[in-house]
C-alpha cells in the first residue's frame, strides 16, 4: 500500500504515520524528519534548509525532491510506503506521479486529516518530541513514554514560526486536497479526534 499523507501542521500526520507503519508495515518517508536529520549533521543540504525550517517556510523543490527520489529508491520501500510531509506544493505532487510512475509503481490512497486551524495552534505549542525515538507527545510528557528519552520541543513548533507554517500550508499545500480528489486517491478524516479515534477513521476508509 503507498499513501500519502496531507494535512498542516500539527494535524496529527506523523502519530497516524507512525500508527500506519506498525499496522501495514511500510515503509515511513517524512522529508521533515531526513531535513532534521540532514540539519543535525550539518550536512550541506541541512546547512542550506536550515534557515527555511527556522522560518517556517519550505525549502526549495530542488533539494527536497532529490532527498525524496533518494528516499523512495531505497528497499523498504517495496512492501509500500507512507510519504509524511511530501509534496507539499503541486510541483513535488507531479514530480512524484512522474516519479512513481517512471517506477511502475503508483499512490493507492492521499489521506487529508482536518483539523480545526484554532486546535492547531494549541497542539504545536504543546508538542514535544522525543530525542532519541522520535515518539511524537506533549508538554505533559516530562520523558518519553516508549524509551525514557529526553523530550524537546522543535524550534519551529514556536508560536512565531507556527503562524507562518500555518500560512504556507493553506497557500501551498491545501491545493493538494483538490489535487488528489481530481484522481479520485482522496480520503478525507476529521482530525479533531483521540489518536485512536483517527486511525480508526484511517483503517476504515483504507479497508
Ligand atoms: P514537518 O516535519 O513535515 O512539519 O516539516 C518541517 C519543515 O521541513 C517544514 O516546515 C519545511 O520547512 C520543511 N519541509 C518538510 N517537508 C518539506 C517538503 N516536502 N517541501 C519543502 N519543505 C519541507
Known sequence: MNIVLLGAPGAGKGTQAAKLVEAYNIAHISTGDLLRAAVKDSTPLGVE???????????????VIGLMKERLAKEDTAAGFILDGFPRNSTQAVTLDAELSDLKRSIDAAIAIIVDPEAIVARLASRRVCKVCGFIGSDADTSCPVCGGEMYQRDDDKPSTVRNRLEVYEKATSPLIDYYRGSD???????????????????????
Not at 534548509?49 to 533539494?63: C, F, H, I, R, T
Not at 476529521?190 to 483504507?206: M, Y
Request: charge should be negative; hydrophobic fraction near 50%; glycine fraction near 6%.
Open 185 to 207: 486517491l482522496l480520503v478525507e478524516v476529521e482530525g479533531n479526534h483521540s489518536v485512536d479515534e483517527v486511525f480508526a477513521s484511517i483503517q476504515a476508509a483504507l479497508a
Open 49 to 63: 534548509a536550515k534557515s527555511y525550517m527556522d522560518a517556517g517556510e519550505l525549502v526549495p523543490d530542488s533539494l
